[in-house]
Nanobody, 127 residues
Framework: QVQLVESGGGLVQAGGSLRLSCIAS????????IGWFRQAPGEEREFVAK????????YYADSAKGRFTISRGNAKNIVYLQMNSLKPEDTAVYYC????????????????????WGLGTQVTVSS
């Protein structure tokens, strides 16, 4: 079992920044990819960014490229999502998820690849 806890969400004005954190605990001895996803009211959950176990590989949704940065802390069980130049359309609940399936790194964005999910943190961007 892997437990994931997100934090760092909040209310920010358009153009502002937030840094989300995802802390993993439990069966963290295995390597795993961490992904960030978001879900706005009435919308489907969508991929935002992902990072490999080593932190050497990252991939972003087009909506996140150039504005968001995903990274791992010195402790491999912490993953950050730095979000800059936030827009009202970034408003959503943000979730981190772990893919512990041992898959080779790829740029797929399937929600079904992820077997553990956090409860999410709300991000609200006002105009």
């Amino acid at each position: 079992q892997v437990q994931l806890v997100e934090s760092g969400g909040g209310l920010v004005q358009a153009g502002g920044s937030l840094r989300l954190s995802c802390i993993a605990s439990g069966r963290t001895a295995r390597t795993y990819t961490i992904g960030w996803f978001r879900q706005a009211p009435g919308e489907e959950r969508e991929f935002v960014a992902k990072i490999s176990w080593s932190g050497g590989s990252t991939y972003y949704a087009d909506s996140a490229k150039g504005r968001f940065t995903i990274s791992r802390g010195n402790a491999k069980n912490i993953v950050y999502l730095q979000m800059n130049s936030l827009k009202p359309e970034d408003t959503a609940v943000y979730y981190c998820a772990a893919d512990t399936g041992g898959r080779a790194w790829s740029v797929t964005t399937r929600l079904s690849d992820y077997d553990y999910w956090g409860l999410g943190t709300q991000v609200t961007v006002s105009s």
